[in-house]
């Protein structure tokens, strides 16, 4: 069964430390996995796009990693600030047909 | 405008009314989806139309009627809709093709059966 989770399910942290967030997925055949970033009230919004041959990649404070033997992914955060108070959700796209899956999300919080 | 807007942004509604929920892109894609986001639960896919053509149906119940009338704008009409309808209904839209494009989303109606 294709299938995606997230841990932790939610997080506290102070402003200026890092945290990771973890996702682990059975998705098959795989295309991509992808970080959405979901503000309280708004929809999400795409963070970074992994695909099968990438180990890592940045975009500003925000590393992914992706490890497609294991079939994990996280999303580091460098140096939190409270506007990273959000939803993190992992989007893994199956290559058969125009099929998404989502995990239920980490809520970050971070606080002064 | 740019993006994907939705509207209203919020909805009451009792359980015998009827009601639609609209969402237009401005991005120029070929597919749009329809959302619904609960509490503690994945985002669950509804409702898939390629070049307007409906291509999924998730097993969503018939009181979920799906609209596309061109490539730009989808409907989401309502009725007789029970308490646990209650939550976040997504509009998305994307460009399918082999380049990983993203879904791009709206910020949702927060619907309310009461």
């Known amino acids: 069964k294709n299938q995606v989770e997230q841990s932790p399910q939610s997080l506290i942290i102070l402003e200026g430390k890092n945290c990771t967030l973890q996702c682990n997925y059975t998705v098959s055949p795989f295309s991509n996995l992808r970080w959405y970033k979901q503000d309280t009230g708004r929809g999400p919004v795409s963070l970074t796009i992994m695909t099968f041959s990438e180990n890592t990649k940045s975009n500003g404070r925000y590393t992914a990693t992706l490890d497609a033997d294991t079939k994990q992914s996280s999303l580091h955060i460098t140096a939190s600030q409270l506007s990273d108070s959000a939803s993190y959700i992992c989007?893994?796209?199956?290559?058969?047909?125009?099929?998404?899956?989502f995990g239920t999300g980490t809520s970050l919080t971070v606080i002064p | 405008e740019t993006g994907v807007t939705q509207t209203p942004r919020h909805l009451v509604m009792g359980m015998t009314n009827k009601k639609s929920l609209k969402c237009e892109q401005h991005l120029g894609h070929n597919a749009m989806y329809w959302y619904k986001q609960s509490a503690k639960k994945p985002l669950e896919l509804m409702f898939v139309?390629?070049?307007?053509?409906?291509?999924e149906n998730n097993s969503v119940p018939s009181r979920f009627s799906p609209e596309c009338p061109n490539s730009s704008h989808l409907f989401l009409h309502l009725h007789t809709l029970q308490p646990e309808d209650s939550a976040l209904y997504l509009c998305?839209?994307?460009?399918?093709?082999?380049?990983?494009?993203?879904?791009?989303f709206g910020d949702g109606t927060r619907l309310s059966i009461l």
């Open positions: 989007v893994v796209r199956s290559n058969t047909g125009n099929q998404f899956y």
């Open positions: 139309y390629n070049f307007k053509e409906q291509t």
């Open positions: 998305a839209s994307s460009q399918v093709g082999p380049d990983h494009q993203p879904q791009h």
